[in-house]
């Protein structure tokens, strides 16, 4: 630079290479090809007014809510593998789960927030499958992905893909209404008024789907057949066929939920069977409300094929997961009627009743085996592990 | 479903239930050797069909149980290696060492891995040929033609990285040890099916003669045991003692010879230690010849370090049936499946996780230390 002119130089790196079929870190950086993901897979799918703003979030409208009406609001992270396996995929299962937890609050499900973490290397194509399945259910449950984010993390350092979703969702006025862990939580169970026609002195009734409101008396069913989610993913994880593969229960069993509501049905509990199964549900509620919770194994039904899978892998079909069961727990008197109204819902057409609640001895499930024996079901503790012989 | 449903039929049962209480004149102890058959009997709650006179006491057919300390901590200390990786049976990964299970060395970053077959292991060595698998060959005589299969076929196939961390053990000479016991209460046995299906039962009528003891080979489910335990008190009332075989739907006398000969020519008979039980002679197989090449045990030396096992557990006295769970002062206090103190708590084959998931009774108010709660 002695002639005091600068020296002109130029940059020549290459153009980066636009990655289309698999993800790369930079899909996750905020730059061009964030963008890209976004325009080309997210917004496709979900576009809703909400989403559509692209904003930092979403700012919802609430309209025509009764004066009354509640916020039900949950979140769940779903890192299922594999991916996709029988009967789903990581997608629907991420939409159904939450939309499922927001039913068993007797709410409608009506938005959703969805965060992604995916691993550098995972094919878009793989991404994309998801995706349209997440858009699917989404539409099935009727609620709107609103809001949502992407990260990506190196490879080795994530499996795949894992998501967040959070929903929201609305418990109607006449829905069961007073908060069921306060009332718990102020009385012990024997000092709490009867439920049934008691008003709380503001009037409003004290009815709670919770595990708060179950009951001795109550009547305990669930809405269809158990572990097939659990043995559809061990079945690919263990490479084991069988002659009419188990596809994953996974679904939104808020149609379930809304016709018990529509028909007056006194829900006392709502609870999914997911992971931990049946038996680990009922144990929570045995626990938190000191109570004998009865069942009879021949009335639990399991199909043939989960059951010999069970027999194989040395697994408890009570321990299994299921991505679209649910218990309810109603007074005796409407066992019936809530049978007869879940049994004309798809998606729990084969509800049975299983069990009963009594008083003790508290904190128990017990269950009354085939051959008439009783024994305990216990938490399980940890994972269930496959027996050697 | 075929095969299952019909050995879990109430009606079946009860009418096995009134036989037994129909020809029970006298107290009974009868031992069933298998844990997958103390499994069935608390996962049924088949004891409340039983009159008060007969007591079924739980031996020691549980390989997670019996496997020793030091073979535990060995197991351990491979997995650990960076250029290992471990395989076993699920339930094995629970069972605490003398410092640590496998489970918890897994969640330090060692490479160990459920299998559901030996030969799943062979699969990953072949497909990790820049690793060392080693497979944890646990068990009774049940899962030893799969365990010598695995070692046949690697030594056919030419693989080398591959090896067995063997601890096999076998069902007669422990039956004997627990005879010769002056301690010993059984007075008839349930032997375990599925260890017949391979051996046979022949090698039992020596047993039965010498001591006097009823032996009813029986098979796993509800409607089995029932069966079992009506042939050996029948036998017991009768004061005959003979080798009987209820399982006759897949045991037969002379067993399965494809597969006794292949263990036959991949393993040889070996003095063994057993958890809580101590050494048994010729209780064990190791691997022989050609095959000691594939002998974790010899490809890994130890480093020695002493073992120690919990002062507090008697599992030595659950598995000879001279105690029951119940009788451990820290049965479900201090000892549970989320912190085991021995053995027989970690398989839901061994007695003590049995009776804590299955068989609590009512009347014991052990709940109070119940986990917190899950959430999703």
Redesign the interface.
Known sequence: MADGKPTTFTLSCPVPRVADDRIVLAHGGGGRLTHQLIEKIFLPAFSNPALDQRHDGAVLPLDGLTPGSRLAFTT?SFVVRPLIFPGGNIGDLAVN?TVN?LAMCGARPLFLSAGFILEEGLEMETLRTVVTSMQEAAAKAGVQLVTGDTKVVDKGKGDGIFINTSGIGVVESGAGLINGFERARLQPRHQQPRKTGALAPEGRPLAAIGPASVEPGDAVIISGDLGRHGIAILSVR?GLEFESPILSDTASVWPAVEALLNAGIEIHCLRDL???GLA?TL??IA??RNVCIKLEE?LIPVD?VV??AC?I??L?PLYVANEGRFAVFVPEAQANAALDVLKKVEVSRASVRIGKVEET????V?L???????????????EQ????? | ?KF?SEY???KA??QLAQAIRAKVTRPWTIMEICG?QT?TI????????LPREITLVHGPGC??CVTPIELIDKAVAIAQRPDVIFSS??????VPGSSKSLFDVKAEGADVR?V?SPLDALKLAKTNPERQVVFFA???E??APANAMAAWQADHDSVENFSLLVSHVLVPPAMQALLSSENCVVQGFLAAG?VCTVMGYEEYIPIAARYKVPIVVTGFE??DL?EGILMTVTQLEEGRHEVENQYSRAVRREGNRPAQERIAEVFEITPRQWRGLGEIPASGFQLRGRFQKYDANLRFPSSGEPAHESPECIAGLILQGIKKPHDCPAFAVKC???NPLGAPMV???GACAAY?????R?THDV?TE??S??S?
């Open positions: 769940d789960g937890d263990e997911t992971r931990g680990t144990n929570e626990g938190d021949a043939e059951e010999g027999e892998l040395g408890d001895p508290g904190r128990t017990v009354q085996s085939r051959i008439g024996g009783n024994r305990v079901v216990d938490m399980l503790s940890g592990l496959p027996r050697i012989c | 479903m299952l879990r039929d109430q049962a009860e997958g499994y608390v996962k049924s709650g088949l004891e409340d069909l390989p997670v049976f699920g339930d094995m990964l629970r459920i559901y646990v068990g009774f049940t899962t599925h509800p409607l029932l549970t499946p989320e398989s839901s084959e804590y998931h299955y068989g609590r009512q709940h119940l986990p709660p899950a999703r």
